[in-house]
C-alpha cells in the first residue's frame, strides 16, 4: 500500500483548520458555527497525528513481530485520544447550550441573539 | 512528612466531585456543607504545602505513579505554584460560605460538582510541569467554566455560555496546534525538557508555535481581542462563580501564558512574540477601562475593570525583565483580593435587592453599611490610592514598564487608570451620597470575610514588604529558567 507523502497530511490538517475558522467566523447560524468547530479540532487532531507519523511504520501496538522501532510515535496517538474525548464533552456542552439558547429567544441567528452588549 | 502528599491537592477536589452524589438526599444545606468542608481541607494541605516550600525553598516535584520525568507526567510545586494554590483554595473556601446565600437554584448536586471541578482544573493548570496535562486541565477548567456560567438557566447565561464556548474552543485548538509544532520540533512534552531544547528549535517553528499558544491561552487570560466572552459570562455566572472566574481561573490562564513564555526565552525570536504580547495586553487595559465608564450594571461595570487589571498584569509579565515578573506576581495576589471582595459585595447587594444595577447602589451606605464600605474599600484600593495593596503593585508594574524601554504602554495604562477613578467615584458617590433607605440586617458570616478581606487590603497596603518578599520568590521561579530545569529531575533520554 503505498502512502501519500506527509506533505499532504499536513496540507489537508491546515485546510481543514481553515474550513473550520472560516466556518465559525463567518457563518450566522449558530449550529453551522458548531460544526466549523468540530471541523478546526478535527484538522487540529490530524496535525498531531501527522506530527508522529514516521513513513512506512506501522500502529504503535505492541503485537508479534512489531519491534518498538518499527512503529510509528505513539504519543501523538494519545493525546489525539484525548482531545477526541474533549472535544466530545465540548460539543456536547455547546449543543445543550444552543438547545437552552433557542427555547428563550426562538432563533439561532447570532445577530438576533443580542440582550447582553456594551 | 513525604512531598509527594501534595498530589492530594488534585486528587482530593476530584474524589469530592465525585462523591457528591451519595449526599444528594440529604438536602440542598448537606450539599453547601460538603463542599464548604471539602474546600476547608483543601485550603489546609494548600497551607501545609506553602509552609513546606516556602521553609525549605525547594519546589515539591510530584511524580505521578513514580515515572521519573519526562516518562512520566510530574507535578512541579515550587513558590510560585504553592503561592497560588493556596490562594485558589482560600478564594474557593469564601466562596463556598457565601454560596449559602447565593445560590437557589436546582441543581444544586451539580452545582457543588462543578464547582469542585473548576477549583480542580485551576489547581491543576498552576502545578502541573507537563504542557499536554496542561491542556486537560484547561479543558477541565474552562468546560466547567462553561457549564457554570450558564448554570442561571436564563436566556442571558446561555447566550454568555456559548460565546464563551465558541471562543475558548478556538483557542484550545490554537494551543493544541501550538503544543504539536512545539511537540514536533523538540519530541517531548515536559515542560522543563522543552526549556532545555528550546534554544535548538527553529526560530520560526518556536516563534509560531509560541504565538498560536499564546493566542490560545489569551482567551482564557481575557486579552484583547478575545475577551469579548469575559463581561458577559461575569455578568450572567452567579455571583460565586464570578469572584471564582476573577479571582483565579484568569490567573490560571495567565500564569500558564508566563511560564510557556518565559520557558522559551532562549530562542532567538523571543522578542517578538513579548511585542505583541505587550501591545495586545495595553490595549487590553486601554479598551476595557473605557468600556467600563458606560456600564450601568455594576457588576458588568467590575468585570470590565477586572479585565483591565488583568491587562496591567499581562503587560508586566510580557516585560521581559525580572522586576517586571515579580510586580506581575504581586499585582496577581492584590487583584485576587481584591475582587474577591468587590464580587462577593456586589454579589450579595444583588441577591439582597435583586439585580446589581446601580440604582440598586443608591442609599447602599444606609442599607447594608458593612458591605458597603467593603465594596466602597475595593473601589478605592482598585484605583489605586496609597494606603491600598494595588497601589504598591502598580507603581511597580509602571515602573518596571519604564525601565524596559516601553514608555508610551506606561502613559497609556496610567491615562486609563484616570479612567477607573471615574468610574468607581460615581460608585461611591451612589453608594453613599445618593438615594435614602432603611437599614437591612447583615449575614454574620459575609461581613466577616468582608471585614477580613479589608483589613488585609489595609494591611498589605501599609506593610506590602513581607508580600512583596513572596512575589519575588514567586516571581523567579517563573523567571529563573535554568534554576526551573535544574529542580526537575530529568532522565537522560531523548535529550
Known amino acids: ?118 | 512528612m513525604n512531598g509527594q502528599y501534595a498530589s492530594l491537592l488534585i486528587a482530593l477536589p476530584l474524589l469530592g466531585a465525585f462523591f457528591v452524589p451519595l449526599i444528594k438526599g440529604l438536602g440542598k444545606k448537606a450539599i453547601k456543607t460538603y463542599v464548604l468542608i471539602i474546600t476547608a481541607i483543601q485550603t489546609g494541605i494548600a497551607a501545609w504545602v506553602f509552609q513546606q516550600v516556602y521553609s525549605t525553598g525547594k519546589p515539591i516535584i510530584v511524580m505521578a505513579g513514580g515515572w521519573r520525568p519526562p516518562i512520566g507526567i510530574n507535578l512541579y510545586i515550587g513558590h510560585f505554584a504553592a503561592l497560588f494554590v493556596l490562594i485558589v483554595a482560600i478564594a474557593s473556601f469564601l466562596m463556598a460560605v457565601f454560596n449559602f446565600k447565593a445560590i437557589d437554584v436546582e441543581p444544586i448536586d451539580k452545582y457543588a460538582m462543578l464547582f469542585l471541578l473548576l477549583m480542580l482544573g485551576a489547581t491543576g493548570m498552576i502545578a502541573t510541569g507537563d504542557i499536554f496535562n496542561l491542556f486537560v486541565f484547561m479543558e477541565i477548567t474552562s468546560i466547567t467554566a462553561y457549564a457554570l456560567t450558564a448554570y442561571n438557566k436564563t436566556g442571558e447565561a446561555a447566550e454568555a455560555s456559548l460565546k464563551y464556548m465558541i471562543l475558548g474552543g478556538i483557542g484550545s485548538s490554537f494551543f493544541l496546534i501550538g503544543v504539536a509544532l512545539i511537540y514536533g520540533a523538540t519530541g517531548t512534552l515536559n515542560m522543563a525538557q522543552i526549556a532545555q531544547l528550546a534554544g535548538n528549535i527553529d526560530p520560526t517553528v518556536a516563534q509560531v508555535g509560541l504565538a498560536l499558544i499564546v493566542f490560545g491561552l489569551a482567551v482564557e487570560a481575557e486579552l484583547f481581542p478575545l475577551n469579548a466572552w469575559a463581561p458577559d459570562a461575569y455578568q450572567a455566572a452567579p455571583h460565586p462563580i464570578t469572584a471564582m472566574f476573577s479571582a483565579f481561573v484568569v490567573k490560571a490562564g495567565l500564569y500558564a501564558m508566563a511560564r510557556i513564555l518565559y520557558l522559551m526565552s532562549s530562542v532567538g525570536t523571543w522578542h517578538n512574540v513579548l511585542k505583541l504580547l505587550v501591545v495586545m495586553a495595553t490595549l487590553t487595559v486601554v479598551v476595557a477601562e473605557f468600556s467600563a465608564l458606560r456600564q450601568r450594571n455594576v457588576k458588568r461595570m467590575i468585570a470590565y475593570s477586572s479585565i483591565s487589571q488583568v491587562g496591567l498584569i499581562a503587560l508586566a509579565f510580557a516585560l521581559g525583565t525580572q522586576a517586571g515578573v515579580d510586580a506581575g506576581v504581586f499585582q496577581m495576589i492584590n487583584h485576587a483580593i481584591i475582587k474577591a471582595l468587590l464580587f462577593l459585595g456586589v454579589g450579595y447587594v444583588a441577591v439582597q435587592l435583586g439585580g446589581a444595577d446601580i440604582e440598586n447602589f443608591h442609599g447602599l451606605g444606609r442599607k447594608m453599611p458593612v458591605t458597603a464600605f467593603g465594596i466602597t474599600v475595593g473601589a478605592m484600593a482598585a484605583v489605586g490610592i496609597p494606603l491600598f495593596n494595588i497601589f504598591w503593585s502598580k507603581l511597580r508594574i509602571i515602573l518596571a514598564t519604564v525601565e524596559a524601554g516601553y514608555t508610551w504602554a506606561a502613559f497609556l495604562v496610567l491615562a486609563a487608570s484616570v479612567v477607573e477613578a471615574v468610574y468607581y467615584f460615581r460608585l461611591i458617590h451612589a453608594i453613599w451620597f445618593e438615594g435614602e433607605g432603611e437599614r437591612i440586617s447583615e449575614s454574620i458570616p459575609l461581613v466577616a470575610i468582608v471585614v477580613a478581606l479589608v483589613i488585609l487590603v489595609v494591611a498589605i497596603g501599609i506593610y506590602p514588604n513581607y508580600l512583596w518578599s513572596v512575589s519575588q520568590k514567586a516571581g523567579s521561579d517563573i523567571f529563573n529558567v535554568a534554576q526551573y530545569i535544574k529542580n526537575v529531575p530529568l532522565m537522560g533520554v531523548g535529550a
Not at chain 1, 507523502?5 to 474550513?19: C, D, P
Not at chain 1, 471541523?39 to 490530524?46: D, F, K, P, R, S
Not at chain 1, 503485537?63 to 485520544?81: C, M, R, T
Open chain 1, 1 to 118: 500500500m503505498s502512502v501519500p507523502n506527509i506533505s499532504a497530511f499536513y496540507f489537508g490538517a491546515i485546510s481543514l483548520i481553515l474550513i473550520g475558522l472560516y466556518a465559525v467566523l463567518v457563518k450566522k447560524n449558530i449550529l453551522k458555527m458548531l460544526i466549523g468547530l468540530s471541523i478546526m479540532e478535527t484538522g487540529v487532531n490530524l496535525l498531531l497525528i501527522s506530527i508522529g507519523y514516521i513513513s512506512g511504520k506501522s500502529a504503535p501496538i505492541l503485537s508479534e513481530g512489531i519491534e518498538p522501532n518499527q512503529a510509528v510515535d505513539p504519543i501523538p496517538q494519545a493525546l489525539v485520544l484525548t482531545a477526541i474525548v474533549i472535544g466530545v464533552a465540548t460539543t456536547a456542552m455547546t449543543l445543550s447550550a444552543a438547545i437552552v439558547l433557542y427555547k428563550h429567544y426562538g432563533t439561532l441567528n447570532v445577530e438576533e441573539i443580542r440582550r447582553l452588549r456594551g
